[in-house]
């Protein structure tokens, strides 16, 4: 069993276009405060409204891209949450842009987990592979294959910068 403290009363926006798993979501992380949205620009919304402590992200269906770029200008530790765009490619694009963490729905029983892994590592001032990556490690490797950190990104400095 975790230690949850930490996300005791977080404002946490959380952005799907599945509702089932909106209502994963808010149930693994009953011990936050959740606002949710369905779409870009309900999403969008609320950020202009609210101040959040962290942001959950789909990327597909909501333009969760476009979402990733608004919740970083706010300075919000973002984790994109993605099933559709699980591939090398996205994993590359996401953390590039500033995302904190890039985990698959295929591990959503762990989120709170991971959410505690982002939000310590911002208070550290820490962004892209952290603790969240070190636990994620054997499931990329057996979704992507063994070699695909070297395939993911063309700059070999990539990887470097973000340890």
Same mark, same amino acid.
């Given at each position: 069993?975790? =230690?949850?403290?930490?996300?005791?009363?977080?404002?946490?926006?959380?952005?799907d276009?599945e509702?089932?798993?909106? *209502?994963?979501?808010?149930?693994?992380?009953d011990?936050? $405060?959740?606002?949710?949205?369905?779409?870009?620009q309900?999403?969008?919304?609320l950020l202009?409204? %609210? %101040?959040?402590? *962290?942001? $959950?992200?789909?990327?597909?269906?909501v333009?969760g891209?476009?979402?990733?770029?608004?919740?970083l200008?706010k300075? &919000?530790?973002?984790?994109?949450?993605? *099933?559709h765009?699980?591939?090398p490619?996205?994993?590359v @694009?996401?953390?590039?842009?500033?995302?904190?963490?890039?985990?698959?729905?295929? @591990? &959503?029983?762990?989120?709170?987990?991971?959410?505690?892994?982002?939000?310590?590592?911002?208070? @550290?001032?820490?962004?892209? &592979?952290?603790?969240?990556?070190t636990?994620?490690?054997e499931?990329? =490797?057996?979704?992507f294959?063994?070699?695909w950190?070297e @395939?993911?990104?063309?700059?070999?400095?990539f990887?470097? %910068?973000?340890?």
């Open positions: 069993m975790i =230690e949850t403290d930490i996300l005791k009363d977080k404002k946490v926006l959380i952005v276009d509702p089932d798993i909106i *209502a994963v979501l808010e149930e693994m992380l011990m936050c $405060i959740i606002d949710k949205a369905s779409d870009f309900t999403a969008q919304d202009d409204k %609210n %101040n959040y402590d *962290a942001a $959950i992200l789909d990327i597909m269906g333009k891209y476009d979402l990733l770029d608004l919740t200008e300075g &919000i530790p973002t984790l994109m949450l993605t *099933a765009a699980m591939t490619d996205d994993f @694009k996401s953390l590039q842009k500033g995302a904190h963490a890039f985990i698959p729905k295929d @591990k &959503i029983t762990d989120i709170a987990v991971f959410l505690i892994d982002i939000l310590e590592s911002d208070q @550290k001032g820490l962004k892209g &592979i952290g603790k969240w990556f636990r994620l490690e499931f990329f =490797e057996k979704k294959g063994y070699y950190k @395939k993911a990104e063309e700059d070999p400095d990887w470097k %910068n973000l340890y």
